[in-house]
């Protein structure tokens, strides 16, 4: 440890105290929520990203959040689609196995995004398949090669949830499963998909929250890392 550990401005230690840490600790770097923050309680955690900071993601961020980061961090990436910034822009180089992300439709496409890129930031190879959901099961078959090759296979989908049943009874990797707030009004905002995955019979499927491509994208990063020699 430095002899004087940096020490945040006082306008930060009113908003938020970073885990620089996190990094050295967990073997992945931190990441910012930035819903429900300002725009100006996000650029003070981006300016103090870049005077001390590493990688960094910023999740959940809306136009305005993204240009308060970008304000500081001009070189950082920003998926519209996403609501996802990462800092600095280039992902690092793959290691470690495939994560191959399915969304069951186009409307799931923010959530799956999410996922994508979290696990592509956190240093893992990635393939996306969209549009592929139950209603039309030759859909899922024809990807069967590239789903096969995965080490791990992220879900997500909304209406009624039911995809990463089928997939995870057709290949033999971990299936992280994401329900979405996607559907008509008896879904209840996602709690019909998550209810769905809960009770999934086959084996080998996790589930993380409604709407939560970030969790989802960690854990397949952490399941597809590689293996210590």
Known sequence: MPDHPWQPPAALRDVA??????AHRRGYPEAV???????AQVRLIAAAVREHGGPTLFTRAAPEHAD?????LPDARYDVEARLLAWPAAAPDPTGGLV???AAGTSDLPVAREALLVATYLGRACELVVDV???GLHRVLGRLELLRRARVVVVVAGMD???PS???????APVVAVPTSVGYGAAFEGLAPLLTMLTSCAPGVAVVNIDNGYGAGHLAAQIAAPVDS
């Open 133 to 135: 959901g139950v209603a």
């Open 68 to 72: 308060a980061v970008l304000a500081e």
């Open 166 to 172: 089928v997939v995870a009874g057709l290949v033999s």
């Open 17 to 22: 105290e970073l885990d620089h840490d996190r």
């Open 161 to 163: 949830g039911a995809l």
């Open 33 to 39: 929520y930035c819903e429900a923050k300002t725009p």
């Open 100 to 102: 191959v992300v399915a």
